[in-house]
């Protein structure tokens, strides 16, 4: 439920990245929530323009005049704001925001990994003060909402980090499957990829096509270990294999790992929808059913499912998320929504969109 206060008194926000799909989509929610007003929407490449120049269905919608990154002028005009930038930005942005007193949640990947010779290694830029790695949040809402709740710097996980994370970690934490024998197969939609032209999603390459990318070697792998070493208690390394789809939107992970007893498809059911219980963005499917992209599309849910192979004593983990929602900015409103001390679901209760 909202606050009376909350309802007189709506939170200021500023977008930096609005020309982005993680940008443009955090638009399309923060323009509904009951708890928030958009003030400024930024652009580095493009201010001074409409942004529904480069939007057209945001015509009489939102026809904010794209401002220039500008941390005083953001002061000026907001109390929160969502860093939706390319990685390698943030780390010398998001210093200058805290500075002036601004809260930030961050949507790229510049502070989600705690050490910096890590980050350097897997993103190829140069990482961000070590205490500033330190006082960032993980906002992985599900598992980390209480750290949420009063902070003032969230760094928002990735797509595939969300959708392995919230499939792997109860059975990993229970302790019913094997944390060396992890094999993670990834599938993403191309908006993944950005806006940005590319042979990468150039129709003619990615239609009627499925191809592996960045294989053992994705920047998101460091993040999936640190979460699972955190919720295991030792060092975990998975095998973690993305692919590109000829879908825009969605991902499915699907997940592999050795039993460490005898369960079945019913146990693993009722485990995660105990563990997951009053969180709404979770859905864990009846046994003998399993999940697909579309079923979440649009929407903030992560649907999951599971089958139990008794003859090689493994199961399989399905979970599956909408990349630019959930595993963008429809999480960085959920912990929005944690850090104001509002109701989680706030302005994301929205139906996913079918067919």
Request: charged fraction near 15%; proline fraction near 5%; aromatic fraction near 8%.
């Given at each position: 439920m909202h606050t009376t206060e909350q309802n007189q008194k709506k939170v200021k926000v500023a977008i930096v990245g609005s020309t982005g799909y993680g940008g443009v989509e955090l638009i399309r929610f923060l323009i509904h929530h009951p708890g928030v007003e958009i003030t400024s929407v930024i652009s580095a490449s493009s201010a001074g323009e409409s942004i529904a120049a480069g939007y057209p269905h945001l015509n009489q919608i939102l026809m904010n005049t794209l401002d220039g990154v500008d941390p005083a002028g953001m002061k000026a005009k907001a109390d929160v704001v969502f860093t939706a930038t390319p990685s390698g930005v943030s780390t010398k942005l998001v210093p200058q925001l805290l500075a002036v007193g601004l809260k930030v949640i961050d949507l790229s990947g510049d502070f989600r990994l705690k050490n910096g010779e890590q980050y350097e290694h897997w993103y190829k830029h140069e990482p961000a003060p070590a205490e500033l790695l330190q006082s960032a949040v993980y906002g992985?809402?599900?598992?980390?909402?209480?750290?949420?709740?009063?902070?003032?710097?969230?760094?928002?996980?990735?797509?595939?980090?969300?959708?392995?994370?919230?499939?792997?970690a109860p059975a990993l934490q229970a302790g019913w499957i094997d944390a060396d024998s992890i094999i993670i197969d990834a599938k993403s939609g191309v908006s993944g990829a950005g806006r940005?032209?590319?042979?990468?999603?150039?129709?003619?390459?990615?239609?009627?096509?499925?191809?592996p990318y960045k294989v053992n070697r994705h920047q998101?792998?460091?993040?999936?270990?640190?979460?699972?070493?955190?919720?295991?208690?030792k060092p975990v390394t998975v095998t973690f294999t993305?692919?590109?789809t000829p879908m825009t939107r969605g991902i499915m992970c699907t997940m592999y790992a050795k039993l460490n007893g005898s369960y079945t498809d019913q146990d693993f059911v009722q485990m995660y929808s105990e563990h997951y219980a009053g969180r709404q963005f979770v859905r864990v499917r009846p046994e003998g059913t399993w999940p697909a992209t579309k079923e979440v599309y649009g929407s903030n849910y992560c649907d999951i499912g599971f089958s139990v192979d008794k003859r090689t004593q493994r199961v399989t983990i399905i979970s599956v998320i909408d990349n630019v929602v959930k595993g963008a900015a429809g999480q960085a409103i959920q912990n929005l929504n944690l850090m104001m001390g509002w109701d989680e679901t706030t302005g994301l209760s929205y139906v996913p969109v079918y067919p």
């Open positions: 992985l809402s599900e598992w980390y909402g209480n750290d949420v709740v009063g902070s003032s710097f969230i760094s928002n996980p990735g797509c595939f980090p969300t959708a392995t994370l919230l499939g792997l940005g032209v590319s042979l990468t999603s150039h129709y003619a390459e990615i239609n009627e096509n499925l191809k998101h792998i460091p993040e999936i270990e640190q979460v699972l070493q955190d919720v295991h208690g993305t692919h590109l």
